[in-house]
């Protein structure tokens, strides 16, 4: 089992940054892979970016490739997600998820899943 907590979501004016953290613990958290999704209001949990367990391969959608970056240090346990330039359509609950056994880009291909925080970009 994992556990994950997801923090550092708020409010943000667009242009701003915003940087995730997710605290994982249970398994050995350096030899499983590591990603974020999104969720806003009425729609599906979408991909965001991911990160491969040594940190060097990383993965992002279109919308947030250039202005997101992902990292994870794995002394400490954590992932991070550094938000930049963010965008009103960038608002949604933010999910950690953690050790992709199928399809990284989809739900379903996660295993375990943190409490979500919420972010909310304003115009």
């Known amino acids: 089992q994992v556990q994950l907590v997801e923090s550092g979501g708020g409010l943000v004016q667009a242009g701003g940054s915003l940087r995730l953290s997710c605290a994982a613990s249970?398994?050995?958290?350096?030899?499983?892979?590591m990603g974020w999704f999104r969720q806003a209001p009425g729609k599906e949990r979408d991909f965001v970016s991911a990160i491969a367990p040594n940190g060097i391969s990383t993965y992002y959608s279109d919308s947030v490739k250039g202005r997101f970056t992902i990292s994870r240090d794995n002394a400490k346990n954590t992932v991070y997600l550094q938000m930049n330039s963010l965008k009103p359509e960038d608002t949604a609950i933010y999910y950690c998820?953690?050790?992709?056994?199928?399809?990284?880009?989809?739900?379903?291909?996660?295993?375990?899943w943190g409490q979500g925080t919420q972010v909310t970009v304003s115009s």
């Open positions: 998820a953690a050790d992709a056994d199928g399809n990284y880009r989809l739900p379903d291909g996660w295993g375990h």
């Open positions: 249970g398994r050995t958290f350096s030899s499983i892979g």
